[in-house]
Every structure is written in structure tokens, then in C-alpha cells.
């Protein structure tokens, strides 16, 4: 697989119909269940993200896992390779949008974890797991100095339990210096 070398990158995931992007990759060993590309909220009332947030408007698509059903299976999503060798200092960010219509701490409470594939090891949970926040779209920027290189970010996210109240969605993904 090429490594994406070109900066800044930025993934809207507003691709004609919600496909998925070139280069990530949608693990398909990993449970029955698979991440959702959607533009005008999820299924779940109250669970989701109403619109994307690149638009803010239903224009637009964001990356997300349907709480119903596939209890206890992590579904995942893999950027691409970055090769940031010639960066000074590589940033990786995202947004993302978690919200439990039960409330935080609640059994119905998901968890969106954030591995990191570098030089051929897996880091799991490289920041704190993501879990219920708020009803709206947050941001997460990383400093990614320390990992001069080649490197992917995996998107895992563990459904909890028998319910439908927890979807989590990620939206506008990048890479820059």
C-alpha cells in the first residue's frame, strides 16, 4: 500500500454516496457490523450527529457505527499510511461526535478507541478512549512528532450493549505540519 506524502491531507468523507474513501480501509474481520457513511443523521433518534460537520448542513457525509445491534463487536476503520519523514512537526486531527441519549456513565455507553500502526507495532489506545461527550462535534488534534515516519491511525469502536442510544461518528480527518 503507497503511503500518502502529500500535506496537508484532509478526508471530508463526502464521497459520491457516502463510499468509502480511497486508501482506508474497513476491517472486515472484525465483526458482522461495518462504519456507516451518512449525511442526515442516524438511525437512532437523539444518537447521532444531525448533519456532518465539514457543512454543517446535511450536504455533507461523516463516518459513523449504528449502535443497534452487534453487541460487544468492535467495528474498525483504517486511515492510510502517512509518510510525514519530512515533516517538522506532524499534527493528526479529527472531529468526532459522541453522544448517549442515556447520559454519560450510563450501561448503554460505547467506546471509540484510537490505535496507532507504527513501525510495524500496534499502539492501542494511543489517547484515552473516547467515550459519551456531549451533542455536538468535537475536536481532537495530536502531536505526532515523536513518530517521524511512516504511520495509520485505526478507528475502533466497542458497541457495550443491547441498546440503540450510543452512535459514534468521525468526520473531516487530517494530516499536516
Known amino acids: 500500500v503507497a503511503s500518502i506524502s502529500t500535506f496537508p491531507y484532509f478526508e471530508t468523507f463526502d464521497n459520491p454516496g457516502g463510499a468509502l474513501p480511497a486508501n482506508w480501509i474497513q476491517q472486515v474481520d472484525d465483526s458482522g457490523q461495518d462504519w456507516l457513511f451518512d449525511n442526515a443523521g442516524t438511525p437512532s433518534t437523539n444518537t447521532g450527529p444531525p448533519v456532518d460537520h465539514t457543512f454543517g448542513t446535511a450536504a455533507g457525509y461523516y463516518a459513523y457505527v449504528e449502535d443497534s445491534g452487534f453487541e460487544n463487536d468492535s467495528v474498525t476503520l483504517i486511515t492510510p499510511c502517512f509518510d510525514v519523514s519530512a515533516m517538522n512537526a506532524p499534527e493528526f486531527s479529527f472531529w468526532y461526535h459522541s453522544n448517549n441519549a442515556d447520559g454519560p456513565a450510563a450501561a448503554s455507553e460505547n467506546e471509540m478507541h484510537i490505535d496507532l500502526l507504527y513501525n510495524g507495532t500496534i499502539t492501542y489506545d494511543f489517547i484515552p ?38 452512535d459514534i461518528a468521525i468526520d473531516d480527518v487530517g494530516v499536516k505540519d
Open 129 to 166: 478512549a473516547i467515550v459519551h461527550k456531549d451533542n455536538n462535534w468535537n475536536e481532537v488534534v495530536i502531536d505526532m512528532s515523536n513518530f517521524i515516519g511512516v504511520f495509520a491511525i485505526r478507528f475502533r469502536v466497542n458497541n457495550a450493549n443491547a441498546d440503540f442510544t450510543h
